[in-house]
């Protein structure tokens, strides 16, 4: 029986199930009368050769020098290069592959332990997700990295990598920009028992992440507690009418009692005020009745200064006319001129001056 081997083939001769010898491309005579057989395999990428084990096909010197080999032990991968250029990531296990028309070459790495040694982020996109663990952090943030929970050291922004082995990976990220806190509709009693609501905000930024992680638990709620209970503590002293006319003071006095509990929290207090102070309705429409009463007042007052300076200027302007007589007829022509712009037309008797007649008409 004749057999053609094309180029990119190899053929493999047994005997009674016994391995002969590799054929080469071209024509091939074998007799099956006498046991013979061939199988074909493709002469690139990985080696197989029907369910025949790759390793029990090493034995054939001329099959050995045409295949390169790896073994990559228990905990670890290899990085597979086909002519130079990555191609995959290898996991445990033995590998076989041509090396007739491509050169493949390897690299072992061991990820038996978490830190990643000069591998470029590039490489990981050929490497299983469950192999690794990435860490994002971006600006303003910084991760605190755990070896099966035992604080190792804290992660700067970038992107990070961690081998999954038998060691547990995990981080916890803190934000490290300024944050705004906000404690809204906090029912207080003032000193002159009102019972009013209050939304108070401060802003804080974290300044030492590693102890606040070892040291606080529930960051967020303690944080959020210390201002709660400042806030409380503090407005009750004041009655209402001096909590209104102190907000601002008070604010600033409170962002004083908070940076004294800063060191404790690892974090600095930036800035703090009172948003609104919301009022009972009863409380509301009593301030609205003074409120209205006083602008009122206030109306009245501006009302009688302005009567009192109006009568005096009149005074002042008769004395004027009464001791000035070439002032006097001005003021007559002035109010003839205001009369004459008014009216249509005016009758004037024969008798006597006009001047004289109009002036009876403005007296």
Known sequence: MKFVIK?????????????????????????????????????????????????????????????????????????????????????????????IYQKHTFRLLDISQPEVVDVSAE??????????????????????????????????????????GGIKVTCQKVDLRVQQMEIVGQEILTADKVGLRINFVCSYQVKDPIQLAGTLKNFADQLYSTVQMALRKYIGRFRL???????????????????????????????????????????????????VAEKTAQANVISRREEVASTRSLLNTAKLLDENETLRRLKELEYLERICDKVGSISVSNGGSLLAQLQELVW
């Not at 940076?259 to 207090?269: G, I, Y």
Request: aromatic content about 12%.
């Open 123 to 164: 490489t990981f996109h050929y490497i299983p997700m469950k192999l690794y663990t990435k860490v994002e952090v971006f600006e303003g943030e910084c991760a605190l990295l755990y070896y099966d929970g035992a604080f190792q050291r804290m992660l700067k922004s970038g992107t990070h990598f961690f081998w999954n």
């Open 7 to 99: 180029e990119n083939e190899r053929g493999f001769l047994f005997q009674h199930g016994v391995l002969k010898r590799v054929l080469e491309p071209g024509r091939h005579t074998v007799y099956p009368a006498l046991g013979y057989t061939v199988e074909k395999a493709q002469a690139d990428g990985a080696v197989q050769v029907g369910k025949l084990n790759p390793k029990l096909l090493m034995r054939d010197q001329d099959f050995a020098a045409s295949v390169a080999t790896i073994d990559v032990p228990d905990g670890h991968i290899a990085l597979h290069y086909m002519d130079g250029k990555l191609r995959e990531a290898l996991t445990t296990g033995e590998y076989f592959f041509w090396q």
């Open 241 to 291: 009418d001096e909590l209104l006319e102190q907000k601002n003071d008070i604010a600033d006095t409170l962002l004083q009692k908070l940076r004294s509990e800063q060191d404790r929290l690892f974090v600095e207090f930036k800035e703090a005020g009172i948003k609104d102070i919301i009022l009972p309705g009863e409380i509301r429409g009593i301030m609205n009745t003074v409120l």
